[in-house]
């Protein structure tokens, strides 16, 4: 024991001093070797920076990955030029350490800022500028802006244009278009990346590229393929939507005792069928005794918006969902913009600045995993989920995305986000805790892994589908920095992407044959004989 002791001693000192001559040679590479820009002020930090910590820590949306002392990276890099990306990427090579790319940080697995082998984070935490062209409605965003500053500087242009993106307003934007990215506005306009109509990427040998000179190929990989497999995404030019003037909102909360299960069996049949400007989605919520509430509750919300006003919503939803009992006073009239205000949960009245706070609102520990559905689970099956629900002593949310309407229009191929026609909807399982310590957190996990294991029967098969952006780790890795075969890599990607992993690998063969940028669930390389 004592000799294990002295060699982890002997390998963490050797493994400090060689790492400050790399930080330093790092530095020297990116000012001179590839004519970085060069700043008056400091965008690299090494690990003795007195702002390492903290920019480390700044996005991390789970805290669970904060104490991963291990996989630290050895400095961080934050560029405010397209050619320190250019540098980074290069310098990187030239040293044989991997980069982690990061926008948002609201990766479920922490993939932006963990890796097993010596790394770097590029975090685009300053490349974050947003230009709405509203004569053609268009913009152009940095991959470092959130959502929340998209949606903002959207309606300080206009009221009647928005953007079909997800609901949390610090997810970032590079991670969330790489992935596909979805939320209120899915039915009627599909998911973000849909919505892509160009972008600039840096590509392995540090060439930046359009679309038109990275090619059609590369292009669609990037919309849906998920981050971190082909490039650093510096920026998208994304088409935005109409929306009206004013639109409803409503969120109408019933328990067990109040048919819950029944509702949640007839949404199934009505919410993916219903006309495309509406929305309903489903969130349950399972608070244990151990949670800081301190008190059992269980309750459903059906949660929707309505892209028109509630004289028309009401003989709509009396039509197709009376079972719901919804009445004129449970809904709000608002802009689209305050919309996003309700949907990311500040309350009433808040200023359209909230969505341009960094705070993350839903930080905690947590697990998450995914799931499609392709028909209507059975009622006794929905009355099984309370009984799981029982068994978290913490906080259990279960929530349930309708597809369909424009989903059902685009085709599977058209970009990698592969779930369209045929899904009802998406399921994500969440289990959040506050407590510290591995056995709390294996716990939770477990927890979550049997929630999963009792839904099998239940959602889709052959693959079973999960959704990118909702990152599992659960669904197979890369080991210990080293890259799957193809065939291993299909556990996630088959999952991820079904028919349209293959097309992926053959992109990255194309676009990054050395399989430079990775992570533990990155794209294989293509085998021989199928390329
Ligand atoms: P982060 O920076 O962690 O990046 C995620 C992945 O993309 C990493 O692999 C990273 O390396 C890579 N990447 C990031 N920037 C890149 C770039 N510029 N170029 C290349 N690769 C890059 N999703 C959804 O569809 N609808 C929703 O409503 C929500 N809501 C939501 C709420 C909360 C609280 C969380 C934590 C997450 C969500 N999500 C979501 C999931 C979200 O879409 C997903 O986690 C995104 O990948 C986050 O993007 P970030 O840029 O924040 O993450």
Redesign the pocket.
Known sequence: MKQIIVLISILIAVSWATSRPIQEEFRQCMSTQFKAYTRSFEIIFPRNSSLYSSLLQS?I??PRWLNATTFKPLLIVTPFHESEVQAAILCSRKYDLQI?????????E????LCRTPFIIID?INMRSIEVDIKEETAWIQ??A?LGELYYTIAKKSLVHGFP????P???????L??????TLVRKFG??ADNVVDAY?IDVNGRLVDRKAMGEELFWA?RGG?????????SWKIKLVRVPKSVTVFTVPRTVEQSASELIHRWQYIAPEMHEDLFIRIVILGVGEKSSKGKRIDNVSFNSLFLGGIDSLIPLMNKNFPELGLKAEDCTEMTWVESTIYFAGFPKGSPLEVLLDKE???KSKFKAKSDFVTEPIPKNAIEGIWKMFQEEEEIAIMIMDPFGGKMNEILEFEVPFPHRKGNLYNIQYMVKWDEDGLETSSRHVNWIRSLYNYMTPFVSKFPRAA?????DLDLGTNKNGKTATYREAAAWGDKYFKDNFKRLARVKNKVDPENF?R?EQSIPLLPEPWK
């Open positions: 996005t949306q789970n982690r790319v990061r926008s948002g940080g609201h990766d479920y922490g993939l932006s800022f685009l991959s470092g959130t993106a997800g609901l949390c610090t997810v970032g934007i590079g991670g969330h790489s992935g596909g990215g979805f939320g998911v973000a990427l990037i998920g981050g971190g497999n082909f490039g650093v995404i510096l993350q609102l839903y959704y990118v952006n909702y990152r940028f992570n």
